[in-house]
């Protein structure tokens, strides 16, 4: 265990990506979409730090819709551990908000910031990564890991890892925005540029100064927010001020704007699960390529997806017959079926039953 | 109605073309597989004869595991106008049992034996028809109906029209077994070839004439059986005398070997409902070429048909994008999923299902 380490989880995302199994009210970090069938990906994102830091130093950011839901899943985190957003300010005033309260009993805190829903397939060597970045971090550098790019991946921005600063440490040169196809491939040919992977390390001082210095409306709010928390009155205050706070990332808000940003390299195979098509590439696959529910026919079947994320208890049997590329999803209220190529393409189902009135099912 | 008319009807397959809403013992014609979406296709038989025949003179030949999941269907029909055989025998015993049968209380019976699982598109023709080939069969033919081909089916047999015996009525030159698709073009182009579609109109005193010529054998077992009726004691004679008669189709042991055979052309929209592509084939289909269930929702989805056969009530909302030709069905158990085109290859899925020793899913 590393001494006043803290980790807060961002766990507030509803995304639309793994429609019929994520809904707005069970998004995709309560669900296994990646790795252990049983494992929701945000178990998976608290049980893989659980060698660095005690439970009671385990923070869970996310709406207060989604509380109770996520509550659930995490069963050793103690309720006064999740800190639920009254609405959604995109990051910087989430993560400001969990800084300054962690910050409050444990002032000397480090605290690392993870995503929810993230699937990460080497997981010592995740934790190695987080210690290296927890130690720049203690250190007074505003630490991001970058992950070494496997492809000219557009959906992601890039950091450019300037000079060594200690053994696998580099000076953060620069923040890139996601790139063309073509600058993708530049960057990743040229060997200095790294994927960000949303990951953050800092002590909270360094953070609350910088936070104090780029975003003073920002710094103020939280300021109202614990002097409310001084006199036992957090929620109500938190209620009046969150709304109001800029909703801007932490990486514009501070991190491109900051010194003292470093960045650790890391190889650990991670994978940010954007859709359905990532399910299937990091499943387990049978000889023909299918990732099937047990027990299924597949005959002269290759290379679909089939996910049954029904609640209710039963064995369907599966039987495919010469069908390729397919990815379909059950629950207990809806079929996905699509070719997995085009599993982004879920969004659109989703907008058409917003469009036809039926929030329930989106 | 017609004096004397009794039908009978043929209710004994257990097809694997349909699985897996079609079940050992829930087969085809105990589902509404084609027309109304809530009448299965027996109910849609009964139905259609029901202006020419009274309930009362309506008989249903099936197989005894049968009885009761067909009658829960046709709750109009008594109990003691089921036929339940204690083995299958092809149709010859079938029909010779079901003959002698009604004959023993309405010698003059005339009886029409219709298939259970057909399509029928247009019913006032088809029952047009019907009354032609009653007439004929009053009269002494043995009588059948020839479905006008529209195209060189190489999956039925043909029966060639001879001379005209009345208006409407040829006498049948000769049966044809399936054919290659060479000489089923040859009888297409022809003109005088039509479809055995396996419907049969005959007097039972002819009919029972016949079998005693051709099958002296079942005659023979029929007498037993007429013999135990009397004395009160069908059944136990019926399970002895029924596995010992030859298992020989109407066609082979009666129809292709008897004189005055008669065969009536019509042309009536008819489908042998063989797969669930001609499910598809005659099911309402949406702009984009769809039959998919209520509420659906298919974007850059074109000529697939959903089927859900469960019988736990619910509302699944089905989600379909950038597919094409597919055939999907859900029951309680099971999911099929399979190109329209392959449809004949659900019987691989039951082959391996029988050969995991999992029959209760066949």
Redesign the interface.
């Known amino acids: 265990m590393l001494n006043h380490l803290h980790i807060v989880i961002l766990a507030g995302g509803s995304g639309t990506r793994f429609?019929?199994a994520s809904r707005r009210h069970y998004p995709k970090q309560l669900l296994p979409l990646a790795g252990r069938a049983d494992e929701p990906l945000i178990a998976a994102t608290v049980r893989r730090v659980a060698p660095i830091v005690a439970p009671e130093n385990v923070w869970v950011s996310t709406s207060s819709t989604l509380v109770d839901g996520t509550a659930k899943i995490l069963p050793r985190i103690e309720r006064n551990r999740f800190l639920a957003e009254p609405v959604a300010r995109n990051t910087a005033p989430c993560i400001g908000w969990a800084t300054a309260t962690i910050a409050r009993s444990d002032p000397e805190a480090v605290i690392a910031v993870l995503p929810a829903d993230h699937f990460i397939a080497d997981e010592p060597g995740f934790c190695a990564v987080v210690e290296r970045a927890v130690r720049a971090a203690a250190e007074g550098w505003l630490t991001t890991i970058g992950i070494v790019p496997t492809r000219p991946e557009t959906g992601y921005g890039y950091i450019e890892a300037g000079e060594v600063i200690s053994e696998g440490v580099h000076a953060a040169a620069r923040f890139i925005e996601k790139p063309t196809r073509e600058r993708a491939e530049r960057l990743v040919a040229d060997g200095r540029y790294l994927w960000n992977a949303g990951m953050f390390f800092y002590s909270a001082r360094v953070m609350l100064a910088a936070i104090a210095e780029h975003l003073p409306a920002l710094a103020d709010g939280l300021s109202r927010i614990d002097r409310g928390a001084a006199r036992g009155d957090e929620a109500a205050v938190l209620a009046t001020v969150f709304p109001t706070l800029p909703a801007i990332s932490i990486d514009h808000g501070v991190m491109e704007k900051a010194d003292h940003i470093a960045v650790v390299p890391g190889s650990f195979g991670w994978n940010d699960v954007g859709s359905w098509q990532a399910t299937w590439e990091m499943a387990h696959r049978d000889s023909q390529g299918n990732s099937l529910p047990p027990n299924s026919?597949a005959?002269d079947?290759h290379d679909n997806l089939v996910r049954d994320h029904s609640r209710t208890a039963?064995?369907?049997?599966?039987?495919?017959?010469?069908?390729r590329d397919?990815c379909?999803v059950?629950t207990?209220?809806?079929?996905?079926?699509?070719?997995r190529e085009?599993a982004q393409?879920?969004r659109?189902?989703v907008d058409?039953?917003k469009a036809r009135g039926e929030m329930d099912?989106t």
Do not use: N, Y
């Open positions: 429609w019929p026919i005959i079947a039963h064995s369907k049997r599966w039987a495919l017959v010469g069908v397919l379909i059950e207990d209220d809806a079929v996905l079926v699509i070719p085009r393409d879920v659109a189902i058409e039953l099912r």
